[in-house]
């Protein structure tokens, strides 16, 4: 019974080390940041993630939008779509028109509450439409998001937002990544359990 008792604190023990001090984050990154394809196009989905009830978007939220306005800015898209219910989407077009992506062209799908919804609804509004079209997430999202919108019927490229990968440099954070990590590799498994990817 005690030797029970002793192997949890040595489990947490190693797993804490295992986090804290090796790349295993970085490897599991790796693949859930594919395709990374960092392309240029002529529409650029934007996957809302949290926003807070005052409308300021939250952090991976945020993420997104400073990722998407450099991106408008640096490979000259003609319209950004925003997705995302519960005032997500319209808080980053907010903070897109603020950093100076012009209104006419920040377009929001403000129902979708989860990834596939994003992609369904997303779908519904611009399959027709023409040119090529980039997904923009956060890294650990894109492999989700990419074969959702995909499944949907949207022919889409990436364009991830740096995030867990440039988290998991500050040691204090790498448990939140860690976290963040099962949690999508949850997801990603109840996607292919669903068909939904």
């Given amino acids: 019974m005690l030797r029970r008792l002793l192997a949890i604190p040595a489990a947490i023990g190693v797993l804490w080390l295992v986090v804290t001090f090796t790349p295993v984050l970085a490897w599991w990154i790796a693949p859930l940041s594919r395709p990374w394809d960092d392309a240029a196009g002529d529409t650029l989905i934007v996957l809302g993630s949290e926003v807070h009830e005052d ?65 369904l609804f997303t779908a519904r509004m611009i399959s027709l439409w023409p040119g090529r079209k980039v997904l923009l997430t956060s890294d650990i999202h894109t492999f989700r998001a990419w074969r959702t919108f995909r499944k949907a019927g949207l022919d889409v490229r ?24 099962c949690a999508e590799s949850t997801k990603i498994g109840w ?7």
């Fill in 191 to 197: 996607y292919w359990l669903h068909g939904w990817i």
């Fill in 55 to 119: 409308g300021m978007v939250g952090y991976r939220s945020y993420l997104r939008a400073l990722h998407a306005a450099r991106v408008y800015r640096e490979r000259g898209f003609k319209k950004v779509v925003v997705t995302g219910g519960n005032g997500i989407a319209q808080g980053i077009r907010t903070y897109l028109i603020g950093s100076g992506v012009p209104a006419e062209r920040v377009i929001t799908e403000d129902q979708a509450m989860s990834t596939r919804q994003n992609a």
């Fill in 158 to 181: 990436t364009s991830p937002a740096p995030d867990a990968g440039k988290r998991i440099h500050t040691r204090l954070d790498r448990w939140n990544v860690f976290l963040d990590l």
